[in-house]
């Protein structure tokens, strides 16, 4: 497993080492002391959750609010994504600014997403199966959403705006101008 900072060093494209042969290939999909060792500090995964979804499909963006905040790793086991971070922490550098990244399962790849960012994707192919490995459990009531289609944000999902699902909650999300961070830069999540 190799591991690269992006544009915003705390996000971390992980890329799998295959190895193959007349069988098929095998690859390590986590390996939790290179991946802390990486990072430079622990990050105990609690639980994996799969979703399922159509073609033009967007879930997000989304975190929690600071005391329930999840750390995610994002994996996609069928199909293809836009997965899609944003700096939600508060006196960031890099405050308000998206990264994006599309992961497949041809490729394995995988995206790092710390505490402190806003998180979703979109659906690029027929269908899609993603795995999201969360180091906290899920807390209801405690969920922050911005809206996909916020102007400030101007995210490019790469999905025809008349091919986009969205889940009626997503609907009434916020802008991001609207919507006040519980996160703060430099303050230690972990």
Same mark, same amino acid.
């Given at each position: 497993?190799?591991?690269?900072?992006?544009?915003?060093?705390?996000?971390?494209?992980?890329?799998?080492?295959?190895?193959?042969?007349?069988?098929?290939?095998?690859?390590?999909?986590?390996?939790?002391?290179?991946?802390?060792?990486?990072?430079?500090?622990?990050?105990?995964?609690?639980?994996?959750?799969?979703?399922?979804?159509?073609?033009?499909?967007?879930?997000?963006?989304?975190?929690?609010?600071?005391?329930?905040?999840?750390?995610?790793? %994002?994996?996609?086991?069928?199909?293809?994504?836009?997965?899609?971070?944003?700096?939600?922490?508060?006196?960031?550098?890099?405050?308000?600014?998206?990264?994006?990244?599309?992961?497949?399962?041809?490729?394995?790849?995988?995206?790092?997403?710390?505490?402190?960012?806003?998180?979703?994707?979109?659906?690029?192919?027929?269908?899609?199966?993603?795995?999201?490995? %969360?180091?906290?459990?899920?807390?209801?009531?405690?969920?922050?959403?911005?809206?996909?289609?916020?102007?400030?944000?101007? %995210?490019?999902?790469?999905?025809?705006?008349?091919?986009?699902?969205?889940?009626?909650?997503?609907?009434?999300?916020?802008?991001?101008?609207?919507?006040?961070?519980?996160?703060?830069?430099?303050?230690?999540?972990?």
């Amino acid at each position: 497993m190799t591991y690269k900072r992006l544009e915003i060093p705390e996000l971390v494209l992980c890329e799998p080492t295959f190895h193959e042969d007349n069988r098929g290939f095998v690859f390590e999909s986590f390996k939790k002391k290179s991946f802390d060792d990486f990072l430079g500090f622990k990050v105990d995964f609690s639980q994996d959750n799969i979703s399922y979804s159509k073609y033009g499909v967007v879930r997000g963006l989304h975190t929690n609010t600071y005391e329930f905040a999840q750390s995610k790793l %994002i994996s996609v086991l069928k199909g293809k994504i836009l997965d899609v971070a944003v700096d939600f922490r508060v006196g960031s550098p890099s405050f308000g600014k998206v990264v994006s990244v599309e992961l497949n399962s041809e490729e394995n790849k995988q995206l790092f997403i710390p505490r402190g960012f806003l998180h979703g994707f979109s659906v690029l192919s027929e269908d899609a199966l993603v795995m999201i490995k %969360i180091d906290r459990y899920f807390a209801s009531g405690e969920s922050i959403g911005i809206r996909y289609d916020d102007k400030d944000l101007s %995210i490019d999902w790469k999905i025809d705006e008349k091919f986009v699902i969205l889940s009626e909650a997503d609907k009434k999300l916020s802008n991001f101008k609207d919507i006040k961070s519980p996160f703060v830069y430099g303050e230690n999540y972990y």
